[in-house]
């Protein structure tokens, strides 16, 4: 199996980092989130070193809807990324990590008055979506008495080979502004008197494994960078999204584009882009999942084994902890964790425990023989995993821990029973004596 660095066999145990997962799921119980700190450390370097090796100006932008815990915004913030925000709630976090707001972009086609207005108070530069958003926004700006500083994001009508659910960069996408508007979007922009606009950006999906896609779409955005510049937009950055994909099927021995194979496809139609515009803005990217996703894995321990028309193997984590594979037919490795060593021998399914048909982690795996107090890891869960997290079936969220070197620590605690009821009121005619 292709196995990222961080993770290895040793005897028949599976270790993450210096950590034997068998120890880790003893210490703190399952399911458990294990993310390992020093691998992001690794991954966001090999981003960094693949870029500024094309280009000096660079500035990673972390999709902070990835991993969301202020422990992995912070590992980020210290390495000097910023972050791309998505909501008012991502955009705090953000700011709490240390990230300072010029490294932000608020991005996001449902942007509400608030969210605005937080932007605008926090100096954090905003991705605007309509024209519709861009009049609110120089209002917003105005009644504070200031200036916003802008992108658009573009739509650049690219198909791209990812599910659909996680396309953005389609023509029928709900997300940015025809390419072919964007310049008229911009004299509109240059028009408003509390709008500054400094930025232009593109995200075309997730989950994408090749660098063609991010190719094309760079040379519609340089097209269109010629365009604006000779409007009279001053861009001080190009900001070109993220999406790179990871090689989630790492038992079939799948690759995914390196960061260096992203900088050689696309860092040079940039630079060709910006030399004939005769300018010279910071290049950014914003990648989510490429940074964080095989950080982490998700622990669960084995309830029971069924045999029935396929053998289950019935686990303590479901799509309540981890909603991929039910929301997106999403493939993830699972190991035996506690038998890593041995070969597989028997066809099982791994089923959560939700009350739903659909609440399966991973379909006809190929696995040592399983009993109840097994462990199972499911792997690469450190992007879109937590964060999708929910309570159904009143199943309080499980802790998340946090590795660096040799030690081990909570950055999210379990919720427990009292979690479950904590937001709740009673109607005051439900009041005991009422
Ligand atoms: C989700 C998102 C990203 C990150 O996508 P990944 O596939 O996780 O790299 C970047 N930019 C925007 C605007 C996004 O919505």
Not at 48 to 66: F, G, M, P, W
Not at 246 to 270: K, M, N, Q, T, W
Not at 325 to 349: C, F, Q
Request: proline share 6%; aromatic share 6%.
């Amino acid at each position: 199996m292709n196995l990222p660095p961080h993770l290895t066999i040793r005897g028949d145990h599976l270790w993450i980092g210096e950590h034997d997962t068998t120890d880790l799921a003893r210490t703190w119980g399952t399911p458990l989130y294990v993310t390992d700190q020093d691998r992001i450390a690794a991954c966001y370097a090999a981003y960094r070193d693949a870029l500024t090796a094309e280009y000096s100006r660079v500035r990673i932008l972390y999709a902070a809807k990835a991993n969301g815990n202020l422990a992995v915004l912070r590992t980020l913030a210290g390495l000097g990324a910023g972050a791309d925000v998505f909501s008012s709630g991502e955009l705090h976090l953000a700011l709490s990590a240390g990230m300072p707001p010029g490294t932000l972009l608020f991005n996001g086609s449902s942007k509400s008055r608030s969210d605005l207005a937080l932007a605008v108070e926090k100096k954090v530069p905003v991705s605007v979506d309509s024209l519709d958003e861009l009049r609110q926004l120089d209002a917003v700006a105005a009644l504070a008495g200031t200036t916003a500083r802008i992108a658009f994001r573009v739509n650049p009508a690219i198909d791209v080979p990812t599910h659909p659910k996680i396309a953005t960069g389609l023509a029928t996408s709900k997300f940015g502004i025809a390419h072919n508007l964007i310049p008229s979007a911009y004299r509109e922009a240059l028009d408003c008197p509390h709008i500054d606009p400094v930025g232009i950006h593109c995200h075309i999906g997730s989950q994408i494994l090749a660098v063609e896609p991010f190719a094309r779409a760079c040379e519609v955005m340089m097209r269109i960078v010629g365009e604006i510049t000779d409007l009279g937009v001053g861009l001080e950055f190009v900001d070109l999204g993220g999406g790179l994909g990871i090689p989630y099927h790492r038992g079939d021995g799948e690759r995914a584009p390196s960061p260096h194979d992203y900088a050689r496809a696309v860092v040079p139609l940039f630079r060709e882009g910006i030399r004939e515009a005769g300018i010279s803005p910071e290049l950014w990217i914003e990648p989510g999942r490429s940074l964080v996703a095989d950080s982490t894995i998700l622990l669960a321990g084995v309830n029971s084994v069924k045999p029935a028309h396929r053998t289950f193997v019935n686990v303590d984590a479901g799509f309540n902890l981890l909603v991929r594979p039910a929301m997106y037919d999403s493939w993830h490795e699972v190991i035996a964790a506690n038998k890593a060593g041995r070969d597989g021998t028997v066809l099982y399914t791994i089923a959560g425990p939700i009350c739903e048909t659909g609440d399966i982690l991973a379909h006809d795996r190929m696995l040592p023989g399983l009993a109840s107090g097994d462990l199972i890891a499911v792997l690469d869960a450190g992007a879109y995993g937590f964060a999708m997290s929910s309570q159904y079936n009143s199943r309080p969220r499980c802790p998340e821990v946090i590795l660096n070197g040799g030690k081990a620590a909570l950055m999210r605690r379990g919720e427990d029973i009292a979690d479950l009821t904590r937001t709740m009121e009673t109607p005051p005619w439900q009041e005991p004596g009422h």
